[in-house]
């Protein structure tokens, strides 16, 4: 990432032939020199310095510039001194091994009457502290740098949590640096949705100001991110890629496409792509024909926004999206944050890293501001009769995997039926039950328990809204069954047997899930039973229940893992 442009960069090299080197650094500023291209990789300081740049508002290091105080009689021009040409790639390489976490440094040569200046660009990190290998915590105070105190480290920790690259201000950038064509075509499309005519719209600068494009007539990081340039990304923010590509089972590419662009330009590309890719088939089932596509394109929409909104930005990296016919991969940069995981996405309330960004798409009706991303992308693949997409991170990425194998046919058909009367609890438990018939609650419970928090009443919600599914119970536990009438449709070859006291056993698991334990004569109440014994006997065939003392002291409770 350049912190600094050439120009910058190069004024300030000519201003040290005019004064004291010192005097012309500051917080975003520093001079070195060294003998060599050996010596600057054996310097342990240099990884401190780019440490408190990184850690405070990112700067630049310039190497072949004397130090003012070796400087005789004021010939301030005896300060440049250049440094020797070396290979940038390495030189940025042996610096990262020096530092963690990973900082994405830019190293590059500039040339100033005839000596050359490695310039090495440190950028501000704003999700994590660098620190150098060694341990050190550098933060940059006025012209020097010095280690943190344990203090000041906890208090940087607690700042990064709030911390929104995304709303930085870009003082050196004007109106110029959008692209054209997209920020016509969005301004288009914004009026269009907002209902403005020709008398009426806004123009230009009141829509950026109104989407948070810019802040007081000033550029911000999300607007160039937005609809900026390509150059301007690369210059200001830095190279952020995108990848799609589409691999059929025969090993062929017919996409794969990278480019860096801004987020509207890329938003449309792929999308295109995935139009490509997405052919539409033609299924019978009970002698109907319906029309299905490989995979739902709201779910794709909602994969891929999630990428751009939550991605880190303050890293470089690449979004990408791996279609194999099989499965549909996306996967950006940097980890979950604001204590959402894999385990909790489904049920956890959104956090934003990138709080102006999101505000900007929403703005666009491009995200939800309800965070029903994750929701949708189940629905989309759960009506399909697939599982639920999976999260997880992979080396300091996030991905998500949505299941693009064969379809259940009896759940496409159904939900096409009517569609809004099933939700993603719905499906899972009808996904969970096609061609077997039933399944235990207990399973059930597990696949559901990523979705929603009070899983035994969203379950018994469900069941009770949906004539083709029933709770049951016997003495190994409580079931949702197919009913008898919807057996064919859900391709069920064997029907789960149950026996006279299934309501039973139903009623014993509802109890104790809610009280927690019950007396003998708690359940004898609850049952109808005539006495004590014949609940008893009742409770202790019953494989998911457990008993604690004896005689009228004795409680009854689920056993563990029946809940």
Request: aromatic content about 8%; glycine content about 12%; cysteine-free.
């Given at each position: 990432m350049i912190v600094l442009n050439a120009e910058e960069v190069i004024k300030i090299i000519a201003a040290c032939?005019?004064?004291?080197?010192?005097?012309?650094?500051?917080?975003?500023v520093e001079f070195k020199?060294?003998?060599?291209?050996?010596?600057?990789?054996?310097?342990?300081?240099?990884?401190?310095?780019?440490?408190?740049?990184?850690?405070?508002?990112?700067?630049?290091?310039?190497?072949?510039?004397?130090?003012?105080?070796?400087?005789?009689?004021?010939?301030?021009?005896?300060?440049?001194?250049?440094?020797?040409?070396?290979?940038?790639?390495?030189?940025?390489?042996?610096?990262?091994?020096?530092?963690?976490?990973?900082l994405d440094i830019t190293a590059e040569y500039h040339q100033f009457e005839e000596k050359y200046y490695l310039v090495i660009h440190a950028p501000a990190r704003r999700d994590t502290l660098i620190s150098t290998t060694s341990g050190k915590v550098c933060i940059r105070d006025g012209r020097s740098s010095r280690p943190m105190a344990p203090d000041e480290i906890q208090n940087a920790v607690g700042s990064l949590r709030n911390y929104d690259w995304t709303a930085e201000i870009v003082e050196s950038l004007g109106l110029d640096c959008f692209d054209e064509i997209s920020i016509n075509e969005a301004y288009d499309d914004y009026c269009s949705r907002k209902g403005y005519t020709e008398d009426n719209s806004p123009g230009h600068k009141s829509f950026?100001?109104?989407?948070?494009?810019?802040?007081?007539?000033?550029?911000?990081?999300?607007?160039?991110?937005?609809?900026?340039?390509e150059s301007i990304i690369r210059e200001w923010l830095g190279v952020y890629e995108y990848r799609?590509?589409?691999?059929?089972?025969?090993?062929?590419l017919p996409i794969n496409d990278v480019w860096d662009s801004n987020l509207w330009a890329s938003i449309g590309r792929s999308k295109k792509h995935f139009k490509t890719c997405n052919s539409e088939h033609e299924i019978e089932f009970r002698k109907k024909k319906y029309k299905c596509k490989t995979l739902d394109e709201s779910a794709f929409h909602e994969g891929f926004m999630n990428a751009l909104v939550h991605r880190d930005y303050?890293?470089?990296?690449?979004?990408?999206?791996?279609?194999?016919?099989?499965?549909?991969?996306?996967?950006?940069?940097?980890?979950?944050?604001?204590?959402?995981?894999?385990?909790?996405?489904?049920?956890?309330?959104?956090?934003?890293?990138?709080?102006?960004?999101?505000?900007?798409?929403?703005?666009?009706?491009?995200?939800?501001?309800?965070?029903?991303?994750?929701?949708?992308?189940?629905?989309?693949?759960?009506?399909?009769?697939?599982?639920?997409?999976?999260?997880?991170?992979?080396?300091?990425?996030?991905e998500v995997m949505m299941p693009a194998e064969s379809i259940l046919l009896g759940i496409f058909v159904l939900t096409r039926m009517d569609p809004d009367k099933f939700g993603i609890i719905d499906l899972i438990i009808l996904n969970s039950l096609y061609r077997n018939g039933a399944a235990s609650v207990t399973e059930v419970s597990k696949r559901v328990k990523g979705v929603v928090s009070d899983v035994w009443p969203a379950i018994r919600d469900s069941v009770d809204r949906h004539n083709q599914v029933e709770l049951c119970g016997t003495k190994d536990g409580i079931f949702i069954r197919v009913t008898k009438g919807w057996n064919d449709f859900f391709d069920v070859k064997k029907t789960l047997r149950i026996s006279s006291t299934s309501d039973k056993h139903v009623k014993v698991y509802d109890y104790l899930l809610e009280f927690g334990e019950a007396t003998n004569e708690d359940i004898t109440n609850l049952l109808g039973h005539k006495n004590a014994t014949h609940t008893s006997k009742f409770l202790r065939e019953a494989s998911y229940t457990k008993r604690a003392g004896n005689g009228s002291s004795a409680r009854w409770s689920l056993i563990e893992g029946a809940v």
């Open positions: 032939e005019h004064v004291d080197s010192e005097m012309l650094e500051n917080e975003t020199e060294y003998k060599d291209v050996k010596a600057l990789h054996n310097s342990k300081e240099l990884a401190e310095e780019i440490s408190a740049l990184a850690n405070k508002q990112g700067g630049v290091v310039i190497i072949g510039i004397k130090d003012g105080n070796n400087v005789k009689n004021q010939e301030w021009a005896t300060q440049l001194v250049g440094f020797e040409e070396g290979d940038v790639l390495e030189i940025e390489q042996r610096i990262k091994g020096k530092l963690q976490p990973s950026l100001e109104a989407i948070g494009a810019t802040s007081n007539g000033k550029v911000t990081k999300s607007g160039i991110l937005f609809l900026g340039k799609f590509s589409w691999k059929t089972r025969s090993g062929k303050s890293i470089e990296g690449m979004v990408v999206v791996d279609f194999d016919t099989d499965k549909l991969t996306i996967t950006n940069p940097g980890v979950f944050y604001g204590g959402v995981s894999a385990e909790n996405i489904g049920t956890h309330q959104p956090r934003h890293r990138n709080k102006t960004l999101a505000k900007l798409l929403m703005s666009f009706q491009l995200v939800d501001r309800a965070g029903m991303g994750v929701k949708r992308m189940g629905l989309g693949s759960l009506i399909y009769g697939r599982q639920f997409p999976s999260f997880r991170e992979v080396y300091d990425t996030v």
